[in-house]
T-cell receptor
Framework: GAGVSQSPSNKVTEKGKDVELRCDPI?????LYWYRQSLGQGLEFLIY????????KSGLPSDRFSAERTGGSVSTLTIQRTQQEDSAVYLC??????????????FGPGTRLTVL | QKEVEQDPGPLSVPEGAIVSLNCTYSNSAFQYFMWYRQYSRKGPELLMYTYSSGNKEDGRFTAQVDKSSKYISLFIRDSQPSDSATYLCAMLKGSNYKLTFGKGTLLTVNP
């Protein structure tokens, strides 16, 4: 199946360490999104990439969070100096287009991050 | 007040029951309304998608939107144990791309 894939599926790290989470979107999808899902908070938008446009980083919770999308395909979400409150499931989604009524976002299985 | 409110449950029903899941929202700019189903340890998958007020039916699932009351519902008829999952409502404003989610309702259908 050619769905959205994410790696690793689980990541346990110590407070203060940096982590990198990877997302491989569906081939041909120009839009890519990162969301965070934590207990009690639901799904929260983090960042959006559309083609070659500047990303919308308005959902990133602090400057410890950053993301890149190389070659319009694979994306990496980096969290520096992790804190315990960063523990959550990080979900990536992709869609054919970035907006409009047919903008169905397909989600990956997520990376479960635990910061000890 | 959050833009989208959803009762987290949990909701437990016997097999064959009719299930009603609901969300309310506060921002009248929302125009597109979705229901996602999320199984444990999986990503959300789109179940139903509606635009503006009205009903939409797909098999055992019916999505209902009442924009005047800022209230959306998902009905599941003849519920099955395989329907056991977390159901998330989500909304989009106009041509925007940021989905705003409810917190999700955990549903268990008991055989």
């Amino acid at each position: 199946g050619a769905g959205v894939s994410q790696s690793p599926s689980n990541k346990v790290t110590e407070k203060g360490k940096d982590v990198e989470l990877r997302c491989d979107p569906i081939s041909g999808h120009t839009a890519l999104y990162w969301y965070r899902q934590s207990l009690g908070q639901g799904l929260e938008f983090l960042i959006y990439f559309q083609g070659n446009s500047a990303p919308d980083k308005s959902g990133l919770p602090s400057d410890r969070f950053s993301a890149e999308r190389t070659g319009g395909s694979v994306s990496t979400l980096t969290i520096q100096r992790t804190q315990q409150e960063d523990s959550a499931v990080y979900l990536c989604a992709s869609s054919l287009a970035g907006s409009g009524s047919a903008n169905e976002q397909f989600f990956g299985p997520g990376t479960r991050l635990t910061v000890l | 007040q959050k833009e989208v409110e959803q009762d987290p449950g949990p909701l437990s029903v016997p097999e064959g029951a009719i299930v009603s899941l609901n969300c309310t929202y506060s921002n009248s700019a929302f125009q597109y309304f979705m229901w996602y189903r999320q199984y444990s340890r999986k990503g959300p998958e789109l179940l139903m998608y509606t635009y503006s007020s009205g009903n939409k039916e797909d098999g055992r699932f019916t999505a209902q939107v009442d924009k005047s009351s800022k209230y959306i519902s998902l009905f599941i008829r003849d519920s099955q144990p395989s329907d056991s999952a977390t159901y998330l409502c989500a909304m989009l404003k106009g041509s925007n791309y940021k989905l705003t989610f409810g917190k999700g309702t955990l549903l268990t259908v008991n055989p």
